[in-house]
């Protein structure tokens, strides 16, 4: 039957409405969301540059003095990663000091909230679930390492390169033609950012296949693959640039115990090992009060048998988790969608396949508890129609203790010091926790409490040449040189190539007058740390004190060929340079 004209209008301006109810309620959601994003994190703007901000971004040379094109092919050391996005937005923040950092990190987080909020609503077509999904994922506490932390921005910028290709390549589907071949274009543009942004959003690959199976089901595998390969292409290209630049896909070197202990022992304890950390992140995701900045050795300690209790439990867990899943498929498929968003990006860092460079770390948690606050903003959402009221109440509470416990833990980021007690009374067995804390005290001139932190490292670790090394130098300021050389002489055992050690004993004899000792010291050193700049300003004011202007000139010389510095060096060794040129005058 013909609908009347005006019937007929009405019935456009009633769908009209309904459409721009909709936008409104979803750009709304948006706007909470961000908001809501920023404000547990206002206390982590003033935090001071801590831990692998240190070393990675304030200390870095090739953030502050290289042009910007050459980190396009810059590696940083020790792990051979290649992430020159992450190290350009880096750049774009020096000579800010913490704050412009800590900033451009809160509106990532920001802008990857949103990402979630709109992955959330092409997956659910529910502004309720993606709106309660994004509001906890932008307040969950796992994420004060990858957002309070500067060094975190490689997690932020590759899950915004990922959640923007999954959006952009929903959109090529639903629109198809011309319009979607340009929407499948910025797709792989940005998944080629998130890639050169950090290594692990290949895992994208699987995320996007999961989205083309929820998306359009009824597709051939021919059309699936099809669909897909162009991303096969920018992963290989990233795989090829990445062996061009560095000459391997994983790491050049296997981690130390020290780091991860997995890379040292079978795959079959490597397995088990890894199954209880997996167990261990769905415990930080349901209840994440006790947070670390370190969990290395020993804090995770190896299970090196099958019926060790730690693995049996996880196993058993994580099976019957896993069990429940396949059997709610047909009834709640949103559930396991939202499982495989939370399972695939830790394919790459769960050290399954293989050995990364940490056995646990919170940030690897940013991009994968997407999928767990899908999940939580489903089940959040059904529950919010059925029960109002009650579930109001509880989501509201949930919302209020993630976003205060947020703020709390961003205290913790406020500075070294603040970050390595922490850290130290929530990861009570990791050496590094203890080592780290050792040098704060060290630094606040709290000797003996250094001391004690040191010889604790030590003993968790009895490798640490790093530890034996911090003992030796609290001996030697406080002036008992025998002490000072036999621990420096403890970390050169430990570690035959440690420059550092090499440099203390040859002052150690330089001050008592023994000067070939300390030239001994200084060329055993060189030896193995040819270009170390301290080393080689030391041996020229050494053989200056002992007569020889020629030969100090020549290690003088040496200098020139080293073009980068460490900030700390800078200063001692262009300073010493000066005194020895003007000597040599």
């Given at each position: 039957?013909?609908?009347?004209?005006?019937?007929?209008?009405?019935?456009?301006?009633?769908?009209?409405?309904?459409?721009?109810?909709?936008?409104?309620?979803?750009?709304?959601?948006?706007?909470?969301?961000?908001?809501?994003?920023?404000?547990?994190?206002?206390?982590?703007?003033?935090?001071?540059?801590?831990?692998?901000?240190?070393?990675?971004?304030?200390?870095?040379?090739?953030?502050?003095?290289?042009?910007?094109?050459?980190?396009?092919?810059?590696?940083?050391?020790?792990?051979?990663?290649?992430?020159?996005?992450?190290?350009?937005?880096?750049?774009?923040?020096?000579?800010?000091?913490?704050?412009?950092?800590?900033?451009?990190?809160?509106?990532?987080?920001?802008?990857?909230?949103?990402?979630?909020?709109?992955?959330?609503?092409?997956?659910?077509?529910?502004?309720?679930?993606?709106?309660?999904?994004?509001?906890?994922?932008?307040?969950?506490?796992?994420?004060?390492?990858?957002?309070?932390?500067?060094?975190?921005r490689a997690e932020l910028l590759a899950a915004l390169g990922v959640?923007?290709?999954?959006?952009?390549?929903?959109?090529?589907?639903?629109?198809?033609?011309?319009?979607?071949?340009?929407?499948?274009?910025?797709?792989?543009?940005?998944?080629?950012?998130?890639?050169?942004?950090?290594?692990?959003?290949?895992?994208?690959?699987?995320?996007?296949?999961?989205?083309?199976?929820?998306?359009?089901?009824?597709?051939?595998?021919?059309?699936?693959?099809?669909?897909?390969?162009?991303?096969?292409?920018?992963?290989?290209?990233?795989?090829?640039?990445?062996?061009?630049?560095?000459?391997?896909?994983?790491?050049?070197?296997?981690?130390?115990?020290?780091?991860?202990?997995?890379?040292?022992?079978?795959?079959?304890?490597?397995?088990?090992?890894?199954?209880?950390?997996?167990?261990?992140?769905?415990?930080?995701?349901?209840?994440?009060?006790?947070?670390?900045?370190?969990?290395?050795?020993?804090?995770?300690?190896?299970?090196?048998?099958?019926?060790?209790?730690?693995?049996?439990?996880?196993?058993?867990?994580?099976?019957?988790?896993?069990?429940?899943?396949?059997?709610?498929?047909?009834?709640?498929?949103?559930?396991?969608?939202?499982?495989?968003?939370?399972?695939?990006?830790?394919?790459?860092?769960?050290?399954?396949?293989?050995?990364?460079?940490?056995?646990?770390?919170?940030?690897?948690?940013?991009?994968?508890?997407?999928?767990?606050?899908?999940?939580?903003?489903?089940?959040?959402?059904?529950?919010?129609?059925?029960?109002?009221?009650?579930?109001?109440?509880?989501?509201?509470?949930?919302?209020?203790?993630?976003?205060?416990?947020?703020?709390?833990?961003?205290?913790?980021?406020?500075?070294?010091?603040?970050?390595?007690?922490?850290?130290?009374?929530?990861?009570?067995?990791?050496?590094?926790?203890?080592?780290?804390?050792?040098?704060?005290?060290?630094?606040?001139?709290?000797?003996?409490?250094?001391?004690?932190?040191?010889?604790?490292?030590?003993?968790?670790?009895?490798?640490?040449?790093?530890?034996?090394?911090?003992?030796?130098?609290?001996?030697?300021?406080?002036?008992?040189?025998?002490?000072?050389?036999?621990?420096?002489e403890e970390a050169l055992r430990l570690e035959p190539k440690f420059?550092?050690?090499?440099?203390?004993?040859?002052?150690?004899?330089?001050?008592?007058?023994?000067?070939?000792?300390?030239?001994?010291?200084?060329?055993?050193?060189?030896?193995?740390?040819?270009?170390?700049?301290?080393?080689?300003?030391?041996?020229?004011?050494?053989?200056?004190?002992?007569?020889?202007?020629?030969?100090?000139?020549?290690?003088?010389?040496?200098?020139?060929?080293?073009?980068?510095?460490?900030?700390?060096?800078?200063?001692?060794?262009?300073?010493?340079?000066?005194?020895?040129?003007?000597?040599?005058?």
């Open positions: 039957m013909r609908i009347p004209r005006p019937h007929r209008d009405a019935l456009r301006g009633q769908r009209a409405s309904v459409a721009l109810q909709g936008d409104v309620a979803r750009h709304a959601a948006v706007a909470l969301v961000a908001v809501v994003a920023v404000l547990p994190y206002l206390n982590a703007l003033p935090a001071d540059f801590s831990f692998d901000d240190v070393g990675v971004v304030r200390d870095n040379p090739a953030i502050q003095i290289r042009p910007a094109i050459e980190l396009l092919r810059y590696v940083y050391q020790p792990g051979a990663l290649y992430r020159p996005i992450t190290m350009l937005t880096y750049v774009a923040n020096a000579g800010g000091g913490p704050f412009a950092y800590h900033l451009t990190n809160v509106v990532l987080h920001a802008l990857v909230c949103i990402a979630v909020y709109w992955l959330g609503w092409r997956l659910f077509r529910s502004t309720l679930a993606a709106a309660v999904s994004a509001l906890l994922f932008a307040v969950h506490p796992i994420h004060t390492e990858a957002v309070t932390g500067i060094v975190g959640l923007l290709a999954l959006l952009a390549f929903a959109r090529r589907l639903e629109v198809g033609g011309a319009r979607g071949r340009r929407w499948g274009a910025l797709s792989c543009a940005a998944f080629a950012a998130a890639l050169l942004a950090k290594e692990s959003a290949l895992t994208a690959l699987g995320l996007l296949a999961v989205l083309s199976w929820w998306l359009d089901p009824r597709a051939r595998l021919r059309e699936r693959v099809a669909t897909l390969a162009p991303y096969a292409v920018v992963a290989a290209a990233y795989v090829a640039l990445r062996l061009a630049v560095i000459g391997t896909l994983g790491l050049p070197e296997p981690p130390t115990p020290l780091d991860n202990a997995l890379a040292s022992v079978d795959a079959a304890a490597r397995l088990r090992t890894a199954i209880v950390v997996l167990w261990d992140y769905v415990g930080l995701l349901v209840m994440p009060l006790h947070l670390s900045a370190d969990y290395s050795y020993d804090q995770v300690p190896v299970a090196l048998a099958w019926n060790d209790p730690r693995f049996l439990f996880a196993a058993a867990l994580l099976t019957t988790l896993a069990m429940a899943l396949i059997g709610l498929a047909r009834r709640t498929p949103a559930l396991v969608l939202a499982a495989l968003f939370a399972v695939i990006p830790l394919a790459l860092t769960a050290n399954i396949a293989f050995p990364i460079g940490t056995i646990k770390a919170e940030r690897l948690l940013y991009l994968p508890s997407v999928g767990w606050c899908l999940a939580g903003g489903w089940l959040a959402a059904a529950a919010l129609r059925r029960w109002p009221v009650a579930a109001t109440l509880i989501l509201a509470l949930a919302l209020g203790a993630s976003s205060a416990r947020t703020w709390q833990r961003n205290g913790d980021w406020r500075d070294e010091s603040t970050l390595f007690d922490a850290t130290m009374a929530n990861a009570p067995n990791s050496a590094k926790a203890h080592y780290n804390g050792a040098v704060a005290l060290q630094r606040a001139e709290r000797l003996d409490e250094a001391m004690l932190q040191y010889r604790r490292a030590l003993s968790i670790y009895p490798d640490y040449a790093a530890a034996a090394f911090g003992i030796g130098h609290l001996y030697s300021l406080k002036g008992l040189d025998a002490g000072a050389l036999h621990w420096y420059a550092k050690a090499h440099l203390q004993i040859a002052l150690l004899r330089h001050r008592r007058g023994e000067l070939d000792a300390a030239e001994a010291a200084l060329l055993t050193g060189l030896a193995s740390e040819p270009n170390d700049p301290l080393l080689l300003v030391n041996l020229s004011a050494l053989r200056l004190a002992q007569g020889d202007p020629w030969r100090a000139g020549m290690a003088l010389s040496r200098l020139d060929t080293i073009r980068t510095l460490d900030t700390d060096e800078q200063e001692l060794v262009f300073a010493a340079r000066r005194e020895i040129e003007i000597a040599l005058r």
